[in-house]
């Protein structure tokens, strides 16, 4: 079955800094891996996906993942935060065609940006 | 083009009452999703349909009801609201391709209900 597991509830760091959301994951055959993005009382915005193309996906807002089977990683990261990026951040997996192709999401990472 | 809208944005419920939460899209797409937010768990799939006339259970079902009458629409309902039933609820469509570059889900806005 397939699962992710984000490793942090909560990031904190100061503007102008880099930023590292960490996930791994589970899977019985090659993912179909997403992180999406939700901002205060907002839906649910698609930041980047995993095509199996390339292992390094960019993503929308200077956003990037690395897929990294080795590892069973998929690491949010971008070099610089910036005020806005404050929001709650969520690593999925795709589900198998039996389960209707559903998202299974993880718990979500709050990111914090000092000023 | 809307995409995936949700009604209502926002509710109150008195235990026992019943209500239904319409999902629209006009993308033409063949699979629809029901999710809730809960706090510090992500969001968790109740139903889901994979073409009109089909409904199927997710992770969460028990207490909800749904039906896809339409392409366009997928509806949820609370038969007999339980302060549990608490939640942000979330609909989403996708293609249901199967490509991995094409895969994606469209997400509503949401819909905040308060069971009390």
């Known amino acids: 079955a397939q699962s992710v597991t984000q490793l942090d509830s909560h990031v904190s760091v100061s503007e102008g800094t880099p930023v590292l959301l960490r996930c791994n994951y589970s899977?019985?055959?090659?993912?179909?891996l997403f992180w999406y993005v939700q901002h205060p009382n907002k839906g649910l915005q698609l930041l980047l996906k995993?095509?199996?193309?390339?292992?390094l996906v960019k993503g929308i807002n200077g956003f990037e993942a690395e897929f990294k089977k080795s590892e069973t990683s998929f690491h949010l990261t971008k070099p610089s935060a910036h005020m806005s990026d404050a929001a709650e951040y969520f690593c999925?997996?795709?589900?198998?065609?039996?389960?209707?192709?559903?998202?299974?999401f993880g718990q979500g990472t709050e990111l914090s940006v000092k000023p | 083009n809307a995409g995936v809208t949700q009604t209502p944005k926002f509710r109150v419920l008195k235990t026992g009452q019943s209500m239904t939460l319409l999902c629209a899209q006009d993308?033409?797409?063949?699979?629809m999703y029901w999710y809730r937010q809960d706090p510090g768990m992500g969001l968790r799939l109740i139903h889901y349909?994979?073409?009109?006339?089909?409904?199927a259970k997710g992770e969460v079902p028990d207490g909800y009801n749904v039906s896809r009458l339409k392409k366009q629409n997928f509806l949820l309902g609370l038969e007999s609201a339980a302060p549990s039933q608490t939640s942000v609820y979330f609909c989403?469509?996708?293609?249901?391709?199967?490509?991995?570059?094409?895969?994606?889900?469209?997400f509503g806005p949401g819909t905040r209900l308060t069971v009390t």
């Open positions: 999925v997996v795709r589900g198998m065609a039996n389960q209707g192709g559903k998202l299974i």
């Open positions: 899977s019985s055959y090659s993912p179909s």
């Open positions: 989403a469509s996708s293609s249901g391709s199967w490509s991995p570059g094409a895969y994606e889900q469209y």
């Open positions: 995993y095509t199996s193309a390339a292992t």
């Open positions: 349909s994979v073409g009109e006339g089909t409904t």
């Open positions: 993308m033409n797409h063949e699979y």
